[in-house]
């Protein structure tokens, strides 16, 4: 009998609940019981890791063995998915993700058509399917769904966790029109099998998503997340504030202007510049490079989706 149980035990389903206590508010905090008893219910054994600090998400997954965990979830904001995804990625065995959204814009949720309501996503990872998803890398790091670098892309890393929490993707927008009139330009050199050029560009982003800051479909009409290819989008210099709302409208309709943007589809690429550029990855701080490769890493991990 008493061996019985322990076989019982032993075959128990397990998830590594990994969540960010600050993000989208802190809601996580009126939802966290009504979660795990949900995933208690489908019948998982629940591990939780509450993050503290910038990495934690990385490390939960990576100093944990994956082979012990059926189901790793996360909930928070688009960063924590990005280091439970780079934690992941990292591990000898992969193993499907969860993901709780509980940020400001969440993009990559809205992508996947994961719901905003945090009882019904658990739902979602209980009942839901696996998808296998693109993930991106750019040079020794990982990506989730964006890449980006100029105008707009600093706000989404300094832009304070408490600001985020009271204005959502409002927050981005409202940061961003502050910086207009400190507009710079970046001369970089692009390369890839599909087209080359070079010239002054004031924004670039490399997607794998249908949403970026909230906006809908600014990355093109037919966006698949799992093609094994990235939407680029580059955005050239204007000449005066004029050209430069134009651009903007224009790249928020996705009415591509050919005198003012390349927008095409790649599964690699390579930027390169004669200064540091800052990037963004999954709105946060990806470092200052003069070289960056990005590689579409095809259908390379399992995100839980809707069934």
Same mark, same amino acid.
């Given at each position: 009998?008493?061996?019985?149980?322990?076989?019982?035990?032993?075959?128990?389903?397990?998830?590594?609940?990994?969540? /960010?206590?600050? %993000?989208?508010?802190?809601? &996580?905090?009126? =939802?966290?019981? $009504?979660?795990?008893?949900?995933?208690? #219910?489908?019948?998982?054994?629940?591990?939780?890791?509450?993050?503290?600090?910038?990495?934690?998400?990385?490390?939960?997954?990576?100093?944990?063995?994956?082979?012990?965990?059926?189901?790793?979830?996360?909930?928070?904001?688009?960063?924590?998915?990005?280091?439970?995804?780079?934690?992941?990625?990292?591990?000898?065995?992969?193993?499907?993700?969860?993901?709780?959204?509980?940020?400001?814009? /969440?993009?990559? %949720?809205?992508?996947?058509? &994961?719901?905003? =309501?945090?009882? $019904?996503?658990?739902?979602?990872?209980? #009942?839901?399917?696996?998808?296998?998803?693109?993930?991106?890398?750019?040079?020794?790091?990982?990506?989730?769904?964006?890449?980006a670098f100029g105008i707009f892309t600093e706000v989404s890393y300094e832009t304070s966790q408490d600001v985020k929490n009271v204005?959502?993707?409002?927050?981005?927008?409202?940061?961003?029109?502050?910086?207009?009139?400190?507009?710079?330009?970046?001369?970089?050199?692009?390369?890839?099998?599909?087209?080359?050029?070079?010239?002054?560009?004031?924004?670039?982003?490399?997607?794998?998503?249908?949403?970026?800051?909230?906006?809908?479909?600014?990355?093109?009409?037919?966006?698949?997340?799992?093609?094994?290819?990235?939407?680029?989008?580059?955005?050239?210099?204007?000449?005066?504030?004029?050209?430069?709302?134009?651009?903007?409208?224009?790249?928020?309709?996705?009415?591509?202007?050919?005198?003012?943007?390349?927008?095409?589809?790649?599964?690699?690429?390579?930027?390169?510049?004669?200064?540091?550029?800052?990037?963004?990855?999954?709105?946060?701080?990806?470092?200052?490079?003069?070289?960056?490769?990005?590689?579409?890493?095809?259908?390379?991990?399992?995100?839980?989706?809707?069934?």
């Amino acid at each position: 009998m008493i061996e019985a149980f322990r076989s019982i035990a032993m075959e128990k389903k397990k998830i590594l609940f990994i969540y /960010n206590p600050r %993000a989208g508010k802190a809601k &996580i905090r009126s =939802n966290l019981l $009504d979660i795990i008893d949900i995933f208690a #219910k489908a019948g998982y054994e629940v591990t939780a890791y509450p993050t503290q600090s910038r990495g934690d998400g990385i490390k939960a997954v990576t100093e944990r063995k994956t082979g012990y965990y059926d189901l790793i979830v996360c909930s928070g904001g688009d960063g924590t998915l990005d280091e439970v995804v780079t934690g992941m990625m990292q591990c000898e065995r992969k193993i499907p993700i969860g993901y709780v959204p509980a940020g400001s814009t /969440n993009d990559f %949720a809205n992508s996947l058509h &994961i719901p905003r =309501n945090m009882i $019904d996503a658990a739902q979602v990872i209980v #009942k839901g399917r696996n998808f296998a998803c693109d993930i991106g890398t750019f040079n020794d790091d990982i990506f989730v769904y964006i890449a980006a670098f100029g105008i707009f892309t600093e706000v989404s890393y300094e832009t304070s966790q408490d600001v985020k929490n009271v204005l959502g993707h409002m927050a981005y927008i409202l940061e961003g029109m502050r910086r207009l009139a400190s507009v710079k330009a970046y001369k970089i050199k692009v390369e890839s099998r599909e087209l080359s050029l070079e010239g002054d560009f004031l924004f670039g982003m490399i997607t794998n998503s249908t949403s970026v800051g909230g906006f809908k479909r600014i990355t093109g009409k037919y966006v698949q997340l799992d093609d094994g290819e990235f939407e680029v989008t580059l955005i050239k210099m204007p000449n005066n504030p004029m050209e430069l709302n134009l651009i903007m409208a224009a790249l928020i309709n996705r009415n591509i202007n050919t005198d003012c943007m390349y927008c095409f589809k790649t599964s690699a690429l390579r930027i390169s510049s004669e200064e540091r550029i800052a990037w963004t990855l999954d709105g946060e701080f990806g470092g200052e490079h003069k070289f960056v490769e990005i590689t579409n890493q095809k259908q390379a991990l399992s995100i839980r989706i809707p069934g």
